[in-house]
């Protein structure tokens, strides 16, 4: 079974540039979450969608930030402009539901790097 | 607050020993529980869940944990470590019925190196 698919899986560019995160998550989950990990701060959530409608952007860190989720087998987080301490792994996971009982399944990631 | 905390950022054990990693929760109810595992380079893998019932529950690769109410713990543990063991653990909490995976709290993880 093919799992959560992220693209590109490493992503390096000049901090100003706008830097774009695919995410294609497991067929017939319908819940999406995107997560930073950095050693400093671990693994923060960054957004959810539910239905493809965001639920809670409360962990998104600036208005750089933007995702999106256009269909049930689809989503963006954007960054724009970059900046050097965006660095970071990004994970995108999907779940069969939001229910406490539903576990995540996470995609490799995409290691981001802004010079 | 909600909380989890791993106590230990680093352990290193033999190939062959046990290995025992520890979690603790702090919570206004009794939480579904999550152990994962990221390997380098990887996204984090469940290795098993906690959710009711049986305290003591099995997941993949020969891992187990149990819950303990009284002391707010959900530890991992492996009779015998393999070299592919070595890899970050990471335990999770998150809200019982009626709560969201939005509301999943990860700790910081262990990271875990094993010696030949």
């Known amino acids: ?115 | 607050a909600q909380s989890v905390t791993q106590p230990d950022i680093h352990i290193t054990v033999s190939e062959g020993a046990s290995l025992e990693l520890r979690c603790n929760y702090s919570y206004g109810a009794t939480p579904y529980l999550f152990w994962y595992v990221q390997s380098p380079g990887q996204g984090l893998q469940l290795l098993l869940k906690y959710f009711s019932g049986d305290t003591l529950v099995q997941g993949i690769k020969g891992f187990e944990a149990e819950f303990k109410r009284s002391q707010s713990s959900f530890n991992l543990r492996k009779p015998s470590v393999h070299w592919s063991d070595a890899a970050e653990y990471f335990c999770a909490v998150g809200p019982s019925y009626g709560g969201s995976q939005g509301n999943l709290i990860f700790g910081k993880g262990t990271k875990l190196s094993v010696k030949p």
């Open chain 1, 1 to 115: 079974d093919a799992g959560v698919i992220q693209s590109p899986r490493h992503e390096v560019t000049e901090m100003g540039q706008e830097v774009t995160l695919r995410c294609k998550p497991i067929s017939g989950h319908n819940s999406l979450f995107w997560y930073r990990q950095t050693m400093m701060r671990g693994l923060e959530l960054l957004i959810y969608f539910n239905n493809n409608v965001p639920i809670d952007d409360s962990g998104m860190p600036e208005d750089r930030f933007s995702a999106k989720m256009p269909n049930a087998s689809f989503s963006t987080l954007k960054i724009q402009p970059s900046e050097p301490r965006d660095s970071a792994v990004y994970f995108c996971a999907s779940s069969l539901g939001l229910q406490g009982n539903q576990p995540q399944h996470f995609g490799d990631g995409t290691r981001l790097s802004i010079l």
